[in-house]
């Protein structure tokens, strides 16, 4: 329940997250970067509102917020630091509102959100790759402090990452173009665009 409410705060301003852009165009090339950042730390806040308003339990509402936590949103931060008007630029600025996550539950769901994301990302998902990205984005949160209210071990995060890693890899590994396979497209065989719009 969580996992599958946890951005519903998205809905109010849906174009401004990465899985709803377009390639040719990036709502965040009209702001500065503290304004993205608040943009995006909004979803936290209108996600809590409308779980209230529609009277989920306060444990799905937790995961809300608690699955960014307290994070800086890095490529925002980064990308204030790069700009000219860089001399006031102020990490918290640019953190999610937290608390940090208080459960095992919203603890794995930030890890696998993260996680998530950042296989996605990867240009050339090899396993190698997703596995390297998997520990990165685990190693950080642990070590930054976010797992700390969690109650999870660090023997749990190892059991944790091990059984991302082969979950990830069978979503993103298949992607890959081979060679002698021309483009993504050669995928779409007929029988399986059948198929497509047989469901709709
Ligand atoms: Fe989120
Ligand atoms: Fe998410």
């Known amino acids: 329940m969580g996992a599958l ?10 174009e401004y997250y990465v899985e709803n852009q ?6 965040h090339d ?7 950042a608040l943009v995006i730390a909004a979803h936290v806040k209108n996600g809590i509102e409308l ?6 339990p306060q444990a ?31 990490v918290d600025d640019f953190r999610y509102p937290g608390p940090k996550p208080r459960s095992r539950e919203t603890a794995i769901l930030m890890l696998a959100d ?4 950042a296989t996605r990302s990867l240009a050339k998902p090899t396993p190698s790759r997703i596995r390297e990205i998997t520990k990165q984005i685990i190693d950080k949160r ?17 059991r944790i990452r091990e059984s991302f890693i082969p979950l990830l890899t069978g979503i993103h590994h298949s ?3 081979y060679p002698g396979q021309k483009t993504r497209e050669s995928e779409n065989v007929p029988e399986k665009r059948g198929e497509r719009k047989a469901r709709k």
């Open 30 to 36: 009209e702001l500065s970067p503290s304004m993205s």
């Open 51 to 56: 779980g209230r308003k529609w009277r989920l």
């Open 5 to 14: 409410f946890h951005d519903i705060g998205k809905m109010e301003k849906p």
């Open 175 to 177: 992607r890959i173009v």
């Open 114 to 117: 993260a996680a998530e994301a």
């Open 142 to 158: 642990m070590l930054s402090g976010e797992m700390d209210e969690s109650g999870l071990t660090l023997s749990d995060l190892s």
């Open 22 to 27: 377009h390639v040719d165009h990036n709502k």
């Open 60 to 90: 799905v509402i937790d995961f809300i917020p608690e699955h960014h936590g307290t994070m800086v949103m890095e490529y925002f931060y980064h990308k204030a630091l790069n700009s000219e008007t860089n001399t006031s630029v102020k």
